[in-house]
C-alpha cells in the first residue's frame, strides 16, 4: 500500500484512494477485453512515475506480458486513456499532456 498526502493506492487490491473517493479496478465495463491490471498499471504509472513519453508508459505497462503487449500500443493508449477519464475525473485527478521535443509526454496531479 502506497500512501502520499490524501493518495492511497492498494496493490494488492488495485484500488485508488482520493479525497474520500474510490475506483476499483477490476473490470472494464467499455472493454471487457482489457485486462484489469493494464489499466491500474497504467493509472499507477502516470500517478507515480510523473511524466512519461507514450512508449515509457506502454514498457512500464505491458513489461510483465509474455508477449510484450499490443503492436499498435499508442492506439491502445489513447483509448484506454479515453476510457479512464470519467475515472480521473470521480477521483479527483486531471490528466496532463504536454509536447516536447516531439515526444507527447502524460501523468496525472490531484486537482
Request: charged share 25%.
Given at each position: 500500500m502506497i500512501r502520499y498526502k490524501n493518495l492511497t493506492i492498494d496493490m494488492k487490491n488495485r484500488v485508488v484512494v482520493h479525497d474520500g473517493w474510490s475506483c476499483e479496478f477490476s473490470r472494464?465495463?467499455?472493454?471487457?477485453?482489457v485486462r484489469p491490471d493494464v489499466r491500474f498499471k497504467l493509472v499507477c504509472a502516470l500517478l507515480l512515475a510523473g511524466p512519461q513519453p507514450r512508449e515509457k508508459l506502454m514498457d512500464l505497462v505491458y513489461s510483465g506480458d509474455v508477449e510484450g503487449g499490443p503492436l499498435t500500443g499508442w492506439l491502445v493508449l489513447g483509448s484506454m486513456l479515453s476510457q479512464l477519464k470519467p475515472v480521473f475525473t470521480r477521483l479527483g485527478l486531471s490528466l496532463h499532456r504536454e509536447r516536447?521535443?516531439?515526444?507527447?509526454?502524460?501523468?496525472?496531479?490531484p486537482t
Amino acid at each position: 500500500m502506497i500512501r502520499y498526502k490524501n493518495l492511497t493506492i492498494d496493490m494488492k487490491n488495485r484500488v485508488v484512494v482520493h479525497d474520500g473517493w474510490s475506483c476499483e479496478f477490476s473490470r472494464n465495463p467499455c472493454n471487457p477485453r482489457v485486462r484489469p491490471d493494464v489499466r491500474f498499471k497504467l493509472v499507477c504509472a502516470l500517478l507515480l512515475a510523473g511524466p512519461q513519453p507514450r512508449e515509457k508508459l506502454m514498457d512500464l505497462v505491458y513489461s510483465g506480458d509474455v508477449e510484450g503487449g499490443p503492436l499498435t500500443g499508442w492506439l491502445v493508449l489513447g483509448s484506454m486513456l479515453s476510457q479512464l477519464k470519467p475515472v480521473f475525473t470521480r477521483l479527483g485527478l486531471s490528466l496532463h499532456r504536454e509536447r516536447r521535443s516531439g515526444n507527447c509526454y502524460y501523468w496525472l496531479e490531484p486537482t
